[in-house]
T-cell receptor, first 114, second 115 residues
């Protein structure tokens, strides 16, 4: 298995809702990442987990809450989002955080906040 | 901090012609450079990387990139473009110290290959 799987592919949520994005990989990678991408813009790093511990938080608002239950799973919990949080949320993984091999990306979750 | 710049928002090329997508880098120390491609509503796909060694790096789908230290460039090239190559291309650099590294992306270049 050489894929990163993200669910759901599309999500529409209200500003008072609580939802979660899920990411899964079975490549034995020990680093996992959340990126946010607005239309026609590059991906922007949000969080990095290395060996299931939070390694980098790029000053992301607390309405985004990451969780890494085990080495294969990465969740992003969403609460009280704003319309400007609408974006493509990408999950990625790599063998290690200090990798020479680049990242494997999932196809993303298209989030719309109404 | 390490960074990359992609000076062109869009590159237009006719099918069958060679293509070049430009990237320049600004790093301290040895650069770790990558190219990714993104098709509409999809994640990023890895094309190739430069870590060390030969300045001409070969990657997926017939793409290659030339690392030029004197010009601090890492341009993506393909000898003969296909319509299916039309996509968004990102150059990226590895940034950060030991244990806290991350990929930082350029602003992206849209490649449009016309039939």
């Amino acid at each position: 298995d050489t894929e990163v799987t993200q669910t759901p592919k599309h999500l529409v949520m209200g500003m008072t809702n609580k939802k979660s994005l899920k990411c899964e990989q079975h490549m034995g990678h020990r680093a996992m990442y959340w990126y946010k991408q607005k239309a026609k813009k590059p991906p922007e790093l949000m969080f990095v987990y290395s060996y299931e511990k939070l390694s980098i938080n790029e000053s992301v608002p607390s309405r985004f809450s990451p969780e890494c239950p085990n080495s294969s799973l990465l969740n992003l919990h969403l609460h009280a989002l704003q319309p400007e949080d609408s974006a493509l949320y990408l999950c990625a993984s790599s063998q290690e955080q200090t990798t020479n091999y680049g990242y494997t990306f999932g196809s993303g979750t298209r989030l719309t906040v109404v | 901090a390490q960074s990359v710049a992609q000076p062109e928002d869009q590159v237009n090329v006719a099918e069958g012609n060679p293509l070049t997508v430009k990237c320049t880098y600004s790093v301290s120390g040895n650069p770790y450079l990558f190219w990714y491609v993104q098709y509409p509503n999809r994640g990023l796909q890895f094309l190739l990387k430069y870590i060390t060694g030969d300045n001409l790096v070969k990657g997926s789908y017939g793409f290659e990139a030339e690392f030029n230290k004197s010009q601090t460039s890492f341009h993506l090239k393909k000898p003969s473009a296909l319509v299916s190559d039309s996509a968004l291309y990102f150059c990226a650099v590895r940034d950060g110290g030991t244990g806290f590294q991350k990929l930082v992306f350029g602003t992206g270049t849209r490649l449009l290959v016309s039939p």
